[in-house]
């Protein structure tokens, strides 16, 4: 590579990592407002014009405060696996996919799928240095819970995945010149939603942060810019599964403003789930993943793959004679 090409790329990458935080702020104000709303009460108001500068004095207030460490915690881990989770998740950022300039990766869903499953150890790693019972009981629901949930979240994607024959995301985006795929496989896009709520241990899945029995889950130990860490990378997740969703799904990235219009209504729908809807029982939650997503998922994908079958052998035979 050329050095104006790589120095194209860094500016890329440093341009998306500002965006996605500046983003992620926004969502968390979206998210105050929009529960205030639903709940019959103002959001932040006071702060600038509407509210508008609050995101930025709750970072300047969260990265101020007094750094507090437990005494029998096991400090190294304990200081690195928040700072390694917002790493993690502004890494995954480098899948998405830009029509100029062409950068864009050839595997870039199976990277995807990689940075999802290692995002598990660092919740891992958050509960147990804490050496807390409430944080150590918390990530193990919350691992529990993401690996059921990966299992079924990859095969429901796999379908779509047999629809392109590709894992570059940007074959997404010539597959649904025409029409998109949510109209094709509309079950599917509903059963990736519910799954990416629980991937992202969202209501009415956030068992990982039960207030009523745990306190507050694997992060009860951290305050401060630690918390400020674990929060930033979790609403980086939820922008980044708003964003493989309308890839996947609603059209891929034609029409760029109409494209970041529907990332932020997705985000508002993980908003909504959350103002509407009570939080499950943990064995409901198992229920739903085990008995009837993967199974649902596995049909569905038997189903597509005989529909194809049957078309490459139709094809065959048309060329033949």
């Avoid at 108001?45 to 509210?51: D, Q």
């Avoid at 529990?144 to 940007?170: G, K, M, P, R």
Wanted: charged share 10%; glycine share 6%.
């Amino acid at each position: 590579m050329q050095f104006n090409e790589i120095l194209f790329l860094t500016l890329n990458m440093i341009i998306l990592i500002v965006g996605v935080l500046i983003g992620v702020a926004f969502l968390t104000l979206m998210e105050r407002k929009v529960l205030g709303y639903i709940q019959f009460r103002k959001g932040p108001n006071k702060v600038g014009l509407i509210g508008i500068v609050q995101p930025f004095s709750d970072a300047i207030k969260l990265f101020s405060k007094e750094f507090y460490v437990p005494l029998k915690s096991n400090y190294f881990y304990f200081l690195l696996s928040p700072i390694f989770s917002l790493i993690l998740s502004l890494f995954i950022w480098m899948v998405f996919p830009y029509l100029e300039g062409l950068n864009y990766l050839s595997l870039g869903f199976l990277l995807f799928l990689c940075c999802l499953s290692f995002g598990v150890y660092m919740i891992m790693l958050s509960g147990w240095s804490s050496n807390s019972n409430f944080a150590m009981l918390g990530a193990i629901r919350a691992i529990a819970q993401t690996i059921s949930y990966e299992v079924s979240l990859i095969f429901l994607f796999l379908c779509v995945i047999f629809l392109i024959l590709d894992f570059n995301l940007i074959m997404f985006y010539y597959y649904q010149i025409f029409i998109s795929f949510i109209f094709l496989v509309l079950p599917i896009a509903m059963g990736v939603f519910v799954s990416m709520l629980a991937e992202c241990n969202r209501t009415p899945f956030d068992f990982a942060e039960g207030e009523s029995e745990l306190v507050s889950g694997f992060n009860i130990e951290y305050v401060g810019s630690e918390f400020a860490f674990i929060f930033l990378s979790e609403y980086s997740m939820i922008l980044f599964m708003s964003l493989i969703f309308v890839i996947s799904f609603w059209g891929g990235i034609k029409l760029m403003s109409f494209f970041f219009l529907k990332i932020v209504f997705l985000g508002f729908l993980f908003i909504w789930v959350r103002g509407m809807l009570p939080r499950f029982r943990y064995d409901k939650l198992m229920y739903l993943t085990w008995k009837i997503y993967l199974p649902f998922s596995l049909n569905f994908l038997l189903l597509i793959l005989l529909i194809l079958s049957f078309k490459w052998n139709f094809f065959s035979k048309l060329m033949e004679n």
